[in-house]
């Protein structure tokens, strides 16, 4: 018996490993692999090739980036086009996108598949190999390795690489907008990238249910499927923002978004380069566009809209699990009825008694509170106790996964002391508790969030185990842990899932999830007979991994600090400043700042837009230097009925990489820029005081016409920004050192000039 739970714990501690492991194939370097056959080695080639620079839109190397693409695809025999043209987005970005086309023709008539991607990367100092070269890099090669069997399809097949995906999916919004082979697209599959490396989860775009995409899905058959319904059901609330969205909101097209989102602390920085690319997301990648591109090509695409949802999840050995909403009620309602029929038995039997059914509530209730409150205050501590975390916005420090290990050890610990606190009480009495609260929450998701609703099928292995201790003296160890496999296949992804996705923030969920598993776990670790054990081996490994996260809190070359610095000079006052976002500056940019430092208050430190609206933290007055001012011709102003229009035409002087304009807080009824109208809709609920944002190609001027009220007073500010401060002959900034990089989300390495027209 005691060979038995000991090796029913060290399956258990296995299970959980294999957990993480069989989510996504092993990468294996140099294998020959058949020509018809998807190749990592030939993918790893593109990313490398696509990834030698920073290729943001209007930068030297996005040009590089478009020839390479286009010289690839003709490789392949195929014949390619491009789209260009201004777009602007639902967020006022504009920019000139430049799409590469390619399409296959099918032997029938029908809905096109299109495979997609984007090859611009993120301004403005990182390489986007995993975001998006990788992805490209899996179009380019699926291509190669299906052309390469010589079958002819039954649809056509579009390849479209979009650029400006990073500006506001410019691209995408041109192509589904503008370009007459939309009407013709039934599918999508898109792929990208929000880290460097981890699994690639699966994310539907439809307007409707899900219903026929997860069957067609399942038809198709990807080795290694990593998708479930919550992250669905979370998507479809957020304010989604890929390429694909585009194609949902605007053309009602249904697909398919893979995306690895591990190792986010190098997304959309300098360290998103081909040394730093996980081998194995590649891999992954590849394992899914090969089964779909094989099956989309010859599927019916015409008819894949469906009012019908499904819940769904991916499980090792049986890949993606699926079943309808319809089953949700009635699951939840068997649930419910096994539980009082337990409850029944049990008492009948004299295993339960309402007392000790109360008290195994308390131990429930603490281990809940604790872990919560843990796991919710972490992320602040950290940041309070290493001050440097707060200058890395992506929320998840190059230590996190440890840090997450950390918080996973101090959860079970908590877990494994209180309830041994309660060892008097019977197992059986103990579990009412558990399986009272399981059924708590699957009853709420299946009323807020259905897509969690698969939630509910580890309970029914809870709940034989509690059949089990009813009818068992000496229940088998080895039973108890098969009957907690699902739990632990299911859950156990998502302890990382949600820290890594969201951030450190979301550390709660780690160890909220920690301790819901702990109840799944509940009847095999009760088998133990020495529980202390337990608990000082959890608490050694929180200290273990915690001392091993504090070793490696510190910055280096291979981990190095975000770090940033502009010089702002007033063209109305003649007038400069240094400014920083670091909330702690380095020596390389804290020489510029010395006695003159002075913070920045929350109302003047967000003078342009930046993601996570995160502003300037110190500025410091400077001598001002003759940095040439954008030119602002006022073409046409005049009165109509009760409208003022007004027209401009702004000009650098400089090579510039983006002009920002601002407006006081009035109403304007109609904006065009470029000849892009703004829409209405962005006018009225999404600038916040933000006009547009121009992603300048070329040094191309911005022409933009204003309608407003005739009796209102405008004021416009630019922002007109070049990031060439580092080799700006002006300037004397150092090269930043090599323990250090460009802060990503903000503007950076940037001369930014100021200057305001107002119109009474």
Not at 285 to 300: I, R
Not at 442 to 469: E, N
Not at 498 to 505: A, C, E, N, S
């Amino acid at each position: 018996m005691k060979l038995t739970r000991t090796l029913a714990l060290l399956l258990l501690a296995l299970a959980v490993y294999y957990s993480f492991k069989s989510l996504m194939p092993a990468y294996k370097g140099n294998v020959i692999v058949d020509t018809g056959s998807f190749s990592t080695e030939n993918a790893l080639k593109h990313v490398k090739q696509l990834s030698l620079q920073p290729h943001a839109v209007g930068f030297p190397a996005h040009t590089n980036a478009l020839a390479y693409v286009i010289g690839e695809l003709k490789k392949m025999g195929l014949q390619t086009i491009t789209q260009e043209g201004y777009t602007a987005g639902d967020w006022g970005n504009l920019s000139k996108a430049t799409n590469v086309l390619a399409r296959i023709e099918g032997s029938e008539q029908g809905k096109a598949l299109l495979l997609m991607s984007h090859y611009d990367s993120n301004p403005h100092s990182s390489f986007g190999a995993s975001d998006a070269a990788s992805g490209v890099a899996t179009v380019l090669e699926g291509l190669r390795a299906f052309l390469e069997e010589n079958k002819k399809p039954k649809n056509d097949i579009i390849v479209l690489i979009t650029d400006a995906e990073e500006l506001g999916l410019n691209g995408a919004d041109l192509f589904v907008n503008k370009h007459p082979w939309a009407k013709d697209v039934g599918l999508v599959l898109n792929f990208e990238a929000r880290g460097s490396g981890g699994p690639s989860y699966m994310l539907i775009e439809t307007n409707r249910g899900n219903g026929k995409l997860i069957k067609e899905f399942t038809k198709a058959n990807p080795k290694y499927p990593v998708a479930n319904s919550l992250a669905y059901s979370i998507y479809k609330m957020l304010p989604n923002d890929t390429d694909l969205t585009v194609f949902r909101e605007d053309g009602d097209i249904d697909g398919f978004n893979f995306a690895f989102i591990d190792d986010h602390y190098d997304y959309h920085t300098a360290l998103d380069n081909y040394d730093r690319l996980d081998r194995n997301s590649l891999v992954h990648q590849g394992s899914y566009l090969m089964p779909l591109l094989n099956h989309f090509s010859s599927a019916d695409l015409n008819d894949l809209k469906s009012l019908d949802d499904y819940i769904y999840f991916n499980v090792p050995f049986f890949r993606l699990v699926s079943y309808p909403f319809e089953w949700i009620w009635p699951m939840f309602a068997l649930a419910m009825l096994l539980f009082s029929g337990l409850l029944v038995l049990g008492f009948k039997k004299k295993k339960l008694d309402v007392k000790s059914i109360l008290i195994g509530f308390l131990p429930l209730l603490l281990v809940l509170v604790l872990n919560g409150l843990f796991g919710y205050f972490s992320w602040p501590s950290l940041k309070w106790w290493y001050p440097d975390y707060k200058d890395m916005l992506h929320g998840f420090t190059y230590n996190g996964h440890t840090y997450i290990l950390c918080m996973v050890f101090l959860a079970l610990g908590v877990s494994f002391w209180i309830y041994n606190r309660f060892k008097n009480i019977s197992t059986s009495n103990l579990l009412v508790a558990p399986i009272f609260i399981w059924l708590l929450i699957c009853g709420l998701v299946s009323v807020y969030l259905k897509g969690a609703s698969f939630f509910i099928v580890p309970l029914f292995g809870l709940l034989a185990a509690f059949m089990v201790y009813i009818n068992q003296e000496k229940p088998n160890a080895l039973l108890l842990l098969f009957l907690a496999l699902p739990g632990i296949f299911i859950y156990a992804p998502f302890i990382k899932m949600f820290p890594v996705g969201l951030g450190l923030k979301m550390m709660a969920a780690a160890t909220i999830f920690t301790t819901l598993l702990y109840f799944i776990a509940i009847p095999v670790f009760r088998q133990i007979k020495a529980p202390i054990r337990l608990t000082i081996f959890a608490f050694f490994l929180f200290a273990l991994f915690g001392i091993s996260a504090h070793l490696d809190s510190g910055f280096s070359k291979e981990n190095p600090k975000p770090s940033s610095l502009l010089y702002v000079y007033d063209a109305d006052n003649n007038t400069a400043k240094w400014a920083t976002y670091d909330n702690r500056t380095i020596a390389w940019n804290g020489q510029f700042f010395g006695e003159k430092k002075k913070p920045v208050s929350n109302e003047d430190s967000n003078i342009i837009s930046s993601k996570y609206s995160t502003g300037f933290t110190y500025v410091a007055e400077t001598e001002p230097k003759p940095i040439a001012g954008p030119r602002i011709d006022v073409v046409h102003d005049s009165i109509v009925g009760t409208e003022r229009i007004i027209s401009l035409c702004i000009t650098p002087q400089r090579d510039v990489n983006r002009l920002e304009v601002f407006t006081n807080p009035i109403a304007i009824t109609k904006a065009t820029v470029n000849n892009i109208e703004l829409s209405e809709y962005y006018l009225e609920h999404r600038r916040y005081g933000k006009l547009i944002t121009h992603y300048v190609s070329d040094n191309d001027f911005t022409e933009i016409e204003l309608h407003i009220a005739k009796d209102d007073t405008l004021e416009l500010t630019f922002f007109e920004a070049s990031n060439d401060l580092l080799t700006n002959r002006q300037f004397s900034v150092p090269e930043r050192p090599k323990n250090s990089i460009p802060m990503p989300f903000v503007l950076n390495d940037a001369i930014l000039v100021t200057k305001t027209l107002k119109f009474e």
